[in-house]
């Protein structure tokens, strides 16, 4: 079945670039997504990328997606404080209709 | 317009009680969503809606019961709630497609339940 995976906690200086990472298991996964959610909010979609792209960049945000390690990650530049949030990775299979798996979430600080 | 509103912010209500949530959006998605969310946890899916019918109950209790009365329009009707189910209740809607379900959320309802 699927399974997401996402390391919990991440903190970060103001101005350094952030990390995040997460695995999945579905290898027929064909959309894979970040969203952030900030405290007290709904989540806001950050970005997605098709199974069959290595990278796509958008501003600040760059995804990277190495399907033979089911490794995504997302990272983002020059980090500010209004960046601090939780950002959950997800994955969609076209079989599923339109039930998405999300991962745990990474709590992402950022220190002034 | 790329919102998803969602009423009311918050709830309190009783074992007792029936209410009901609201959930609307008008970007033409025909493909609607509930899910419940606990502190720092990911949200989980209750249902979806499909152009307008159920399309997965996640095997929810009874006392959740769903309703989609148009395209823009999604309800979640309470009634003998539990302690436990006091979450955050998030709506979200997305296109109907082939793979690509990116989801817009609203801002949720923070129900709890005395």
């Known amino acids: 079945g699927e399974d997401v995976e996402q390391s919990l906690f991440l903190s970060v200086r103001e101005g350094d670039s952030s990390v995040i990472n997460c695995t999945y298991t579905?290898?027929?996964?064909?959309?894979l997504y970040w969203y952030k959610q900030e405290p007290g909010a709904g989540l806001q979609l950050l970005t997605y990328?098709?199974?069959?792209?290595d990278m796509k960049q958008d501003q600040r945000l760059t995804v990277l997606l190495n399907k033979k390690d089911k490794h995504l990650s997302l990272r983002i530049a020059d980090t500010q404080t209004g960046d601090s949030a939780i950002y959950f990775c997800?994955?969609?299979?076209?079989?599923?209709?339109?039930?998405?798996?999300f991962g745990d979430g990474t709590t992402l600080t950022v220190k002034p | 317009d790329t919102e998803v509103t969602q009423t009311p912010k918050h709830l309190v209500m009783g074992m007792t009680n029936k209410k009901s949530l609201k959930c609307e959006q008008h970007?033409?998605?025909?493909?609607m969503y509930w899910y419940k969310q606990k502190a720092k946890k990911p949200p989980e899916l209750m249902f979806v809606?499909?152009?307008?019918?159920?399309?997965i109950n996640e095997s929810v209790p009874s006392r959740f019961s769903p309703e989609c009365p148009n395209s823009s329009l999604l309800n979640l009707h309470l009634h003998a709630l539990q302690p436990e189910d006091s979450a955050l209740y998030l709506c979200?809607?997305?296109?109907?497609?082939?793979?690509?379900?990116?989801?817009?959320f609203g801002p949720g309802t923070r129900l709890t339940v005395t």
């Open positions: 979200a809607s997305s296109h109907v497609s082939s793979g690509n379900y990116e989801q817009y």
């Open positions: 809606y499909s152009y307008e019918k159920l399309s």
């Open positions: 970007m033409g998605h025909r493909a």
């Open positions: 997800a994955e969609s299979i076209s079989t599923n209709a339109g039930k998405s798996t």
């Open positions: 990328i098709f199974s069959n792209m």
């Open positions: 579905d290898s027929s996964s064909t959309y």
